[in-house]
């Protein structure tokens, strides 16, 4: 009998204080988006996004022509001759600062090794999960959110 009792009061408990969240992130939302997008887009709606998630989900934004500009920067206007490149690149490189560099490059292919282990090869895509649903040709981020809330409810 008495633990019948124990576990009535447990229900008035947490019937008058609430049950205890058992994950961080309320229910259809995602814990992490990852935006794949280039230079011909602008995104919108990145600050609604971040609202609505109040910082308990992690949004990862990769620029796919960020490889590109770096390879520009320290690549444009190069003379044929290659030990002349050399010496420019090199000068280009210092400037910048090695280390500054190595951020820069692997902040820039980051988003291409995550495209690839997703498979994806269109831009605007927002993936949701590590890949759980994926959300194509939208740069609304507040839309794709509501997309995959919306098929989050129905699953």
């Given at each position: 009998?008495?633990?019948?009792?124990?576990?009535?009061?447990?229900?008035?408990?947490?019937?008058?204080?609430?049950?205890?969240?058992?994950?961080?992130?309320?229910?259809?939302?995602?814990?992490?988006?990852?935006?794949f997008y280039d230079d011909s887009v602008s995104l919108t709606g990145l600050e609604e996004v971040k609202s609505v998630l109040a910082g308990k989900a992690t949004i990862n934004l990769y620029n796919m022509n960020a490889p590109e500009r770096i390879e520009h920067?320290?690549?444009?206007?190069?003379?044929?001759?290659?030990?002349?490149?050399?010496?420019?690149?090199m000068k280009r490189?210092?400037?910048?600062?090695?280390?500054?560099?190595?951020?820069?490059?692997?902040a820039a292919y980051q988003g291409v090794i995550k495209a690839q282990e997703y498979g994806i090869d269109l831009y605007?895509?927002?993936?949701?999960?590590?890949?759980?649903?994926?959300?194509?040709?939208?740069?609304?981020?507040?839309?794709a959110l509501n997309r995959y809330r919306d098929w989050s409810a129905q699953r």
């Open positions: 009998m008495r633990c019948g009792a124990v576990g009535i009061l447990a229900l008035i408990v947490a019937s008058v204080l609430g049950t205890p969240q058992l994950h961080a992130v309320p229910a259809n939302l995602p814990e992490r988006i990852d935006v920067e320290l690549g444009h206007g190069l003379p044929p001759d290659p030990e002349k490149s050399k010496r420019i690149l490189m210092q400037t910048i600062g090695i280390e500054q560099l190595k951020q820069r490059f692997v605007p895509a927002i993936v949701f999960d590590d890949g759980a649903s994926v959300v194509y040709g939208v740069v609304d981020l507040q839309e």
